[in-house]
């Protein structure tokens, strides 16, 4: 007899790098048939991801609805003022490598992940934020397995990666199927890879196979009557884009006569400085290191101009955003300037001595008319994702976007990167969305996919106009 459930489940398919042109080429090719079909019945979306839009950081509004950086993720890497990491680490922290699994300790203990919210009834695979949800759900964990992640990693083995991406993922398609877990969160990480590589045909390989999950947990709920009552969305977490030009912002500033502190290579020193690259196209600059405190740039700015003013005309830095003042974010193109304010009203755009984001003015924008103030931009959703990085406690003194065609790290990467992410910039910003469930509310972000998740599971609006889902 055929079961039929009422209880809805979740999953998210999260498709790494995967950008709106590569989801629209996949589908016209015939290669995803899956996605294709649920964007005919359903729709599709282009939505934005948060700045640094990188890997792992840009999961936590997916998990937990909220901005990283309010949430206390700043980016890849960071560095703590407060110096409550450990000193072996330079008091900095890498999501790349051994501390990859120290992000949920970073994590604001107010920022709820969905594991946490269905109180373990989930399941992960290359989640990275894992708080709430068991060990033995976590399919990514073991000996094993890691030491075939550290292997492909170090080596930048593209192809031993999306060997073992496939064996995960046909692990993820079993579990579903027994455990039937409220919650279930998968990453499919080889096609980012891949994207970095310039290997085409390693992100539609990738793509294929997040087709294929989709469909076969289709196939497996449609059997057990689960179908009905299951959301499933595949998304991306941010964008890509060539890069001609590598500009080390690290070695530049050494070049300058500054002692700068930066990953790999973090051991406790007399540094003054420290960069901590994201995707490598934004980057968090720290100043006056042995200050435990965080100044504002006013402070900074008559002992640091001189010695990094440079930055403000280089070709390879697009945006450089410093804060002002509590409420307060300057933002730079070259020396064209102009002021972001968050205050209690919302956000205003206003313009100083140019116009470095290219948009038009606005005063006391909610956050939903601030991202459409912004939509079809070079910037969608900037001004308040600078807000909201800029004025965060753990962010830098210098907040830095790359220009497109360059980012900002060049040594100690396994992948010769010849595409990159992490900057401001649209083509980074948008990602693609598609689910088996047609909005019916306007979809702006990744962290409306949070809240309706929330809804759907039935925990309640924890934020004004959430988005939810109907039938089919």
Same mark, same amino acid.
Do not use: C
């Given at each position: 007899m055929r079961i039929v459930v009422t209880e809805p489940a979740i999953i998210v398919l999260v498709a790494d790098?995967?950008?709106?042109?590569?989801?629209?080429?996949?589908?016209?090719?015939?290669?995803?048939?899956?996605?294709?079909?649920?964007?005919?019945?359903?729709?599709?979306?282009?939505v934005t991801t948060v700045f640094p839009s990188?890997? &792992?950081?840009?999961?936590?509004?997916?998990?937990?609805?909220?901005?990283?950086?309010?949430?206390?993720?700043?980016?890849?890497?960071?560095?703590?003022?407060?110096?409550?990491?450990?000193?072996m680490f330079g008091h900095s922290r890498s999501y790349v490598g051994t501390q990859l699994r120290r992000i949920d300790d970073d994590l604001s203990p107010h920022a709820t992940t969905?594991?946490?919210?269905?109180?373990?009834?989930?399941?992960?695979? &290359?989640?990275?934020?894992?708080?709430?949800?068991?060990?033995?759900?976590?399919?990514?964990?073991?000996?094993?397995?890691?030491?075939?992640?550290?292997?492909?990693?170090?080596? &930048?083995?593209?192809?031993?990666?999306?060997?073992?991406?496939?064996?995960?993922?046909?692990?993820?398609?079993?579990?579903?199927?027994?455990?039937?877990?409220?919650?279930?969160?998968?990453?499919f990480t080889a096609g980012d890879k891949a994207a970095h590589a310039g290997?085409?045909?390693?992100?539609?390989?990738?793509?294929?196979?997040?087709?294929?999950?989709?469909?076969?947990?289709?196939?497996?709920?449609?059997?057990?009557?689960?179908?009905?009552?299951?959301?499933?969305?595949?998304?991306s977490d941010h964008g890509h884009s060539p890069v001609h030009s590598h500009f080390d912002l690290a070695e530049a500033l050494r070049h300058a006569g500054i002692k700068v502190r930066a990953h790999p290579w973090t051991i406790p020193d007399n540094s003054e400085a420290a960069v901590m690259v994201s995707g490598n196209s934004m980057a968090h600059v720290y100043l006056d290191l042995e200050?435990?405190?965080?100044?504002?740039?006013?402070?900074?700015?008559?002992?640091w101009l001189p010695r990094i003013g440079n930055l403000w005309s280089h070709p390879a830095i697009d945006l450089i955003a410093v804060r002002r003042g509590p409420t307060t974010v300057d933002v730079y193109r070259g020396h064209a300037r102009a002021e972001i304010i968050a205050g209690n009203g919302g956000f205003t755009y206003r313009q100083m001595n140019g116009n470095p984001m290219r948009i038009e003015q606005f005063e006391d924008a909610c956050d939903e008319e601030a991202h459409d103030r912004t939509d079809g931009s070079d910037y969608p959703d900037g001004v308040v994702q600078l807000a909201r990085l800029v004025l965060a406690g753990r962010s830098g003194d210098v907040v830095i976007s790359a220009a497109p065609g360059w980012d900002l790290r060049q040594r100690y990467e396994p992948i010769d990167h010849v595409s990159s992410h992490g900057a401001l910039h649209s083509s980074h910003m948008m990602v693609p969305l598609v689910g088996n469930r047609r909005p019916i509310a306007t979809l702006r972000r990744t962290a409306d996919v949070h809240r309706a998740l929330r809804q759907s599971l039935g925990f309640g609006q924890r934020h004004d106009r959430v988005p939810t889902f109907t039938k089919p």
């Open positions: 790098g995967l950008t709106p042109k590569e989801l629209d080429e996949g589908i016209a090719s015939g290669d995803v048939p899956e996605l294709s079909a649920m964007r005919d019945a359903h729709g599709s979306h282009v990188v890997t &792992g950081v840009a999961y936590v509004p997916l998990l937990t609805g909220r901005h990283p950086a309010e949430a206390g993720v700043p980016g890849l890497r960071w560095y703590d003022r407060s110096r409550q990491l450990p000193a969905a594991f946490e919210l269905v109180r373990g009834n989930a399941l992960g695979s &290359g989640a990275m934020i894992t708080r709430g949800l068991p060990r033995s759900a976590q399919l990514d964990r073991g000996a094993r397995h890691a030491l075939r992640v550290i292997r492909a990693h170090v080596t &930048g083995d593209v192809a031993a990666w999306a060997a073992l991406e496939e064996e995960m993922a046909g692990q993820l398609v079993a579990r579903v199927r027994r455990d039937r877990p409220r919650f279930t969160f998968a990453a290997n085409a045909a390693g992100v539609r390989q990738s793509l294929r196979l997040v087709d294929h999950v989709a469909g076969n947990i289709r196939r497996d709920a449609e059997r057990d009557g689960r179908w009905d009552s299951m959301h499933l969305w595949v998304v200050t435990r405190a965080r100044r504002d740039w006013t402070e900074l700015a008559p002992r």
